[in-house]
């Protein structure tokens, strides 16, 4: 079946540090991919997403490609700042050709940013 | 405003117990689902509903059951709670590539 492998965390980082969290997947078909963000105490909030092999997904200074070939969707970040310290998630949606698509995700990675 | 409402944000059970939570969305999508979070392992599959009707189950179904009871909502049910169903809940839906996740329902129990 389909599975997403983020890195193990958590990840403490440096106002203005770069930030890579890698993300690799495993599906049967063509997967759309998404990174989620989860504030502390919120529900998840779709960050960037990419529906196809080198697409880049990119939003508020965040970037992630999707890369078929290593089947990976790595999430970058130039210089991160306080606010972006949350959880994030990959997660994989291989909708088979249907309208409904269910979603498959990481385990999460925790990212504290320190001033 | 629209997106997905879950009723109750947290409710503390005694082992046995039984309790529904409740979703609802108001952007006509067709599908929904249950999701549970628990530290380290992500968001889990409990059910999933691809349209009004249907309902399938996902990865972790065993101690739940749900009702899609109109297009709107979708209602989780534990018939008899044990503490490993200690978690967070997450309910969402989706149209296509766009999906909305509720705020959640941190449930304990003792």
């Known amino acids: 079946g389909d599975s997403v492998t983020q890195m193990e965390g958590p990840v403490t980082l440096s106002e203005e540090a770069f930030l890579t969290i890698n993300c690799t997947y495993t599906?049967?078909?063509?997967?759309?991919l998404f990174w989620y963000v989860q504030y502390p105490g919120e529900g998840l909030q779709l960050l960037l997403k990419?529906?196809?092999?080198?697409d880049k997904g990119s939003n508020k200074g965040f970037e992630a490609t999707y890369r078929k070939e290593t089947t990976s969707f790595h999430l970058e970040k130039g210089s991160v700042q306080v606010s972006d310290s949350a959880v994030y998630f990959c997660?994989?949606?291989?909708?088979?050709?249907?309208?409904?698509?269910?979603?498959?995700f990481g385990q999460g990675t925790i990212l504290t940013v320190h001033p | 405003n629209a997106g997905v409402t879950q009723t109750p944000k947290f409710q503390v059970l005694k082992t046995g117990q039984s309790m529904t939570l409740q979703c609802a969305q108001d952007m006509n999508h067709n599908s929904m689902y249950w999701y549970r979070q628990d530290p380290g392992m992500g968001l889990r599959l409990i059910y999933y509903?691809?349209?009004?009707?249907?309902?399938d189950k996902g990865e972790v179904p065993n101690g739940y059951n749900v009702s899609r009871l109109n297009k709107r909502e979708f209602s989780l049910r534990l018939e008899s709670a044990a503490p490993s169903q200690t978690s967070v809940y997450f309910c969402a839906s989706n149209q296509g590539e766009s999906y909305t996740f509720g705020s959640g329902t941190r449930l304990t129990v003792v």
């Open positions: 990419a529906t196809k092999a080198d």
């Open positions: 997660a994989l949606r291989d909708a088979g050709g249907t309208s409904y698509g269910k979603l498959t």
């Open positions: 599906a049967t078909g063509y997967p759309s």
């Open positions: 509903s691809a349209s009004e009707g249907t309902t």
